[in-house]
Structure formats: structure tokens, C-alpha cells
């Protein structure tokens, strides 16, 4: 199985937004609509950011947010702040029977 | 509070066997599918395999597919992975995690993440 593919990073200045693609094929992200992001500082576990492409777990705050166009996925995160670094993972059922996660963003704050 | 915790990693020979466990609690642990998830050191996440909430629907990365096996207890609310016939690119950081649906296969997202138990495959 492929993964899916992401930027290796992206950077934006406090209070901006940013946006982090995750990019499959029609056999998975394409295909239906659980997609889901993760957050991982280092040396931390990851954390569930955003779930069936749109929404948003319990205590994530609304400056996260998800959506998704044909084969590509994409996190925004708004009003950046300091905490937002780390690192940011997209994963999607496939049609062949598996889980799929991407190669992993770094997300930077200037 | 939803707690996972993983046990069994360690040093391992190429070619050895090692049992990975997981112990839940503070949700119905019968009612959700449960995934192992890897992480090599300074690499990304590879989802290795699911089992749904019945045993019933398991699946695995081609990468691991006939070598290791998935399994759930649910009178001891625990998780295992043998792993047989360990290579050095299975060296990672596993983690135990719980899925967000009962039947994983169609479709899954992981809410809940243990700390990880880490398996070193060296001779």
C-alpha cells in the first residue's frame, strides 16, 4: 500500500492560517469519507485533530478545521499559535482492505 | 479516563518472536475495533493491523501480512500482536489504539492512543 502524500512542511507566522494537504487516489481518500488528522509533538503519542474529513473531537479547539476535494484532503489550521508546532498526519481507509497514513507535515511558527 | 497500555516490547534477535500486550479500560472495550500503529525512530506512522470489536474483521499491512497476528481478550480487556519472524525494519515504537467504530472495514479513525512499547530488532 502507498501512503498518502503530504508536504514535508509548512510555516506561518502567529495568527495566520495554514493549510496542509494530504493527497490519495480514487481507492482511498477519494473513495469515502473517513479521513481523519493527527497531531504529534515529539516525544509524544498522536492526537485524534479531526475525524470523517469535517469534524472535530470533543476539547479540539474550532481554530482546526478539515475538508476535502475529490482525492486531496486538507487540515487549516487558523490564528496560529506557538502550541500548533508539531507534527501533523492525515489518514484514510482504502478500498483494498487497510488503514493509510501520510508521510507526515512539520508544521513551523515563525 | 480512556488508558491504554502497551507491554511486551524489548530487544529482539532477527528472526525471533516477540508478544506485544494491551491493557484498556475506561470504555466498553467490547463495542470498538482496536489497531496496532508503528513508528520507526525519526519516521512517520504505519498503521499495522485491525481487529474489529468481534474478531470477527482483521486486517494487515502487507508489510507484516503472514507474520504477525492480531488478537483481542475481551474477558481481560486486552489487545496483543504476535510478531514471528522479526526483521530490523520492524524496529519502531508500537502503539495500541482504539478505533472509533465497532467494524473497522469500512472505514476507521483512531481516537485514542496508548504511549507505545518499543521493539528493538538487533543481533
Known amino acids: 500500500q502507498s501512503a498518502l502524500t503530504q508536504p514535508a512542511s509548512v510555516s506561518g507566522s502567529p495568527g495566520q492560517s495554514i493549510t496542509i494537504s494530504c493527497t490519495g487516489t480514487s481507492s482511498d481518500i477519494g473513495n469515502n469519507h473517513y479521513v481523519s488528522w493527527y497531531q504529534q509533538h515529539p516525544g509524544k503519542a498522536p492526537k485524534l485533530m479531526i475525524y470523517e474529513v469535517t469534524d472535530r473531537p470533543s476539547g479540539i479547539s474550532f481554530r482546526f478545521s478539515g475538508s476535502k476535494s475529490a482525492n486531496t484532503a486538507s487540515l487549516t489550521i487558523s490564528g496560529l499559535q506557538p502550541e500548533d508546532e508539531a507534527d501533523y498526519y492525515c489518514?484514510?481507509?482504502?478500498?483494498?482492505?487497510?488503514?493509510?497514513f501520510g508521510g507526515g507535515t512539520k508544521v513551523t511558527v515563525l | 479516563e480512556v488508558q491504554l497500555v502497551e507491554s511486551g516490547g524489548g530487544l529482539v534477535q532477527p528472526g525471533r518472536s516477540l508478544r506485544l500486550s494491551c491493557a484498556v479500560s475506561?470504555?466498553?472495550?467490547?463495542?470498538?475495533?482496536m489497531h496496532w500503529v508503528r513508528q520507526a525512530p525519526g519516521k512517520g506512522l504505519e498503521w499495522v493491523s485491525g481487529i474489529s470489536w468481534n474478531s470477527g474483521s482483521i486486517g494487515y499491512a502487507d508489510s507484516v501480512k503472514g507474520r504477525f497476528t492480531i488478537s483481542r481478550d475481551t474477558a481481560k480487556n486486552s489487545l496483543y500482536l504476535q510478531m514471528n519472524s522479526l526483521r530490523t525494519e520492524d524496529m519502531a515504537l508500537y502503539y495500541c489504539?482504539?478505533?472509533?467504530?465497532?467494524?473497522?472495514?469500512?472505514?476507521?479513525?483512531?481516537?485514542?492512543w496508548g504511549q507505545g512499547t518499543l521493539v528493538t530488532v538487533s543481533s
Open positions: 489504539v482504539k478505533g472509533g467504530w465497532a467494524d473497522w472495514t469500512n472505514g476507521d479513525y483512531f481516537d485514542y
Open positions: 489518514s484514510s481507509f482504502s478500498r483494498s482492505g487497510t488503514m493509510l
Open positions: 475506561g470504555f466498553s472495550f467490547d463495542d470498538y475495533a
